[in-house]
């Protein structure tokens, strides 16, 4: 399975002709969702999902469809029978890969903030992309895409995180309002320099790709 960073959260899955998009949001060129066989988007906040663009990609490609909460869902009228409803538990196929969801609300921004509804996507028993939250799944991670800084966390927590996961490796989302200074010291502090002994930590440019 390839993993290509398509800027902030968004995440592209590719494994022979299948290609899987997850949170295609706002700070993300809209040109990584071409190709693309499904999209999952984790929460409507617009860094992961930009709804004009979603509609846009649908309109050009009858073929796609979204898998997302009901939240996101109710936002893309129009789609009937191409937007599918998910929640915690729920286990599907999707595009040809295996997808598990976990996790049901955002994390805390502030006690005076609601709180959105927020679902992650284990990919493949492997890729977990959490979404705005510090979901622990319920079944082993071997790639952790890791949210290394919002208004809703702090490091300390990030790195907490890293730890009650516990995945073999971690690759860095989340990070298109750190400039290069700031990129630095939050990799620093997750990488091997930081506490204790952590987990395996990379951060990809935007159009980088690995294989896992």
């Known amino acids: 399975m390839e993993l290509t960073k398509h800027g902030h959260s968004c995440v592209v899955l590719s494994e022979d002709d299948r290609r899987l998009v997850i949170d295609p949001g706002a700070f993300t060129d809209p040109s990584a969702l071409d190709g693309a066989g499904a999209v999952l988007v984790t929460h409507e906040h617009a860094d992961h999902f930009a709804p004009d663009v979603l509609r846009a990609a649908m309109d050009a490609d009858p073929a796609l469809e979204v898998w997302t909460n009901g939240s996101v869902a109710g936002r893309l009228d129009g789609a009937a029978g191409r937007v599918h409803v998910v929640g915690d538990g729920d286990a599907l196929t999707i595009a040809g890969f295996d997808v ?113």
């Open 100 to 212: 598990t969801v976990h996790g049901e609300l955002h994390a805390v921004i502030h006690p005076e903030v609601p709180r959105v509804g927020n679902i992650g996507f284990l990919v493949g028993g492997e890729v977990f992309h959490p979404g705005d939250a510090f979901t622990v799944p319920s079944e082993p991670v071997a790639t952790l895409l890791l949210p290394v800084h919002a208004p809703w966390s702090k490091t300390a927590e990030v790195i907490d995180y890293v730890r009650a996961v516990d995945a073999d490796q971690a690759y860095a989302i989340h990070d298109g309002l750190l400039n290069d200074a700031g990129l630095g010291i939050v990799s620093s502090l997750l990488g091997e320099r930081g506490p204790g002994t952590p987990t395996p930590f990379s951060r990809l440019a935007p159009g980088d790709s690995v294989e896992l």
